[in-house]
């Protein structure tokens, strides 16, 4: 069973557009949500991380917005850029735990 | 700093074979975690260890086994393959292992099983 449900599978932006990726949860003891970009031929990078004491954390073009009532968190890329295009991942863990949960990835494109 | 180190790139095994594949994590991590990573299923949790110790281990057979030295470096086996053993597998360390302590994934052993 899939603990982190990510949509959608694959997206298409122009250059300049926004990008938002979904997730949803249900383990409610999940308390960290981090995202996580790959490229062909690398393995997945951290690009940004929210804990559910806040409702959204932005670090340059990047956006998490977070819904704690609604177990749903989101990623948006403001001004997507071609070099954006790549696979990115949601992911969930408990704090105490040691464990990380993906969801199944979102491949995205951004056309010139 | 190095970033974590993963061992052979590419793969290719026989069904019944077994295999082994090395994980240098970043000089200070204590914590080695293997995923496995295939198209539609995302990334899944094999194991992971923290100074030698197993903690904790994903819903794969007995097949898959790790183990960690005392350098933290870490190695993971699997035995008798299968032709759904094929994916890209990924190791990830970091400091503590607990949840929210970031993970640093090497670039992965892409195995595939003829």
């Known amino acids: 069973q899939q603990q982190v449900k990510q949509s959608p599978q694959s997206l298409i932006v122009q250059k300049g557009g926004i990008s938002i990726i979904n997730c949803a949860y249900e383990?409610?003891?999940?308390?960290?949500f981090p995202w996580y970009q790959q490229f062909p031929g690398k393995g997945p990078a951290l690009l940004i991380a929210?804990?559910?004491?806040?409702s959204e954390k932005k670090e340059g073009r990047f956006t998490i917005s977070f819904n704690k009532s609604a177990k749903q968190f989101s990623l948006h890329i403001m001004d997507s850029q071609p070099g954006d295009s790549a696979t990115y991942f949601c992911?969930?863990?408990?704090?105490?735990?040691?464990?990380?949960?993906f969801g199944t990835g979102t491949s995205l494109t951004v056309i010139p | 700093k190095a970033g974590v180190t993963q061992t052979p790139r590419y793969l290719i095994k026989t069904r019944g074979q077994q295999v082994t594949l090395s994980c240098s994590p970043i000089?200070?991590?204590?914590?080695v975690s293997w995923y496995q990573q295939t198209p539609g299923q995302g990334l899944q949790f094999l194991f992971e260890?923290?100074?030698?110790?197993?903690?904790n281990k994903g819903n794969f057979p007995g097949r898959f086994s790790g183990r960690q030295f005392s350098n933290s470096r870490s190695e993971m086996n699997v035995s008798t393959l299968e032709l759904g053993d094929s994916a890209l597998y990924l190791c990830?360390?970091?400091?503590?292992?607990?949840?929210?302590?970031?993970?640093?994934f090497g670039n992965g052993t892409r195995l595939t099983v003829t």
């Open positions: 990830a360390s970091s400091l503590a292992g607990r949840g929210q302590s970031p993970l640093h």
């Open positions: 383990n409610t003891a999940f308390d960290y």
């Open positions: 929210i804990r559910p004491d806040v």
């Open positions: 992911a969930a863990s408990i704090s105490t735990g040691n464990q990380f949960y």
């Open positions: 000089s200070g991590h204590r914590s």
């Open positions: 260890y923290f100074s030698e110790t197993q903690r």
